[in-house]
């Protein structure tokens, strides 16, 4: 079974500051997915990294598949309070399936 | 907004009891996906349904079942619920079926079992 395992759990930091989250597996995806889910709502998708060393910017949030093509990174540059909620990676498992990793709940504080 | 509706937005019940929750996928979209959603255990899936057949089953409990009708909604059947049922759970939606693509998901539905 191919597990992500994201870290940190939990971030909280104050508006303007810049973080990134990491999501970390043992084997090899053919592609990652992040998403964002705030409370009492659906995952909502971000972005989709698919070749090795690919870098994707999405406004201030700048993703990174790993070259190996097991691990991403998610960058949010001068943080604001709407960035505040639960950043999920997700990969594909077999051809069918995906699985998600156990969340990173970030907070930006005001 | 996604696109994919569910229904009802929270449901509340008694534990040896059936639900049935609801799905419509986003407009030309022929995968269903369904996910569950705790607190201890994350997202895990539960079973995928692509223009109307079973394509892949997860973590879902013999209790449950699910189906996928020629209009392409799908429904969750939940039967002999139990406190640890009580959960989000989640309907999303793809355009593929071949392969596992990017997923569209709904605002959920919130069961709690008492």
């Known amino acids: 079974t191919q597990l992500l395992e994201q870290s940190p759990q939990f971030l909280s930091i104050q508006e303007g500051e810049n973080l990134t989250v990491y999501c970390n597996s043992s084997?090899?995806?053919?592609?990652l997915q992040w998403y964002r889910q705030e409370p009492g709502e659906g995952p909502v998708l971000l972005v989709t990294?698919?070749?090795?060393?690919e870098v994707k910017k999405l406004k201030r949030l700048t993703f990174q598949f790993g070259d190996a093509r097991k691990d991403s990174s998610l960058h949010i540059t001068a943080a604001q309070t709407g960035d505040t909620g639960l950043y999920l990676c997700?990969?594909?498992?077999?051809?069918?399936?995906?699985?998600f990793g156990q969340g990173t709940r970030l907070t930006i504080n005001p | 907004d996604s696109g994919v509706t569910q229904t009802p937005k929270h449901l509340i019940t008694a534990t040896g009891q059936r639900v049935t929750l609801r799905c419509s996928p986003r407009?030309?979209?022929?995968?269903v996906y369904w996910y569950q959603q705790s607190l201890d255990q994350g997202l895990q899936f539960l079973i995928q349904?692509?223009?109307?057949?079973?394509?892949a089953k997860g973590n879902i409990l013999e209790r449950f079942s699910a189906q996928q009708f020629p209009d392409l909604h799908s429904e969750l059947n939940l039967s002999s619920l139990e406190l640890g049922d009580s959960a989000l759970y989640f309907c999303?939606?793809?355009?593929?079926?071949?392969?596992?693509?990017?997923?569209?998901f709904g605002p959920g539905t919130r069961l709690t079992v008492t």
């Open positions: 990294v698919v070749t090795g060393g």
């Open positions: 349904y692509y223009n109307g057949e079973e394509r």
């Open positions: 997700a990969g594909p498992q077999g051809a069918q399936k995906l699985v």
């Open positions: 407009s030309g979209d022929l995968s």
């Open positions: 999303a939606s793809s355009l593929t079926g071949k392969r596992v693509g990017e997923q569209y």
């Open positions: 084997s090899v995806f053919s592609s």
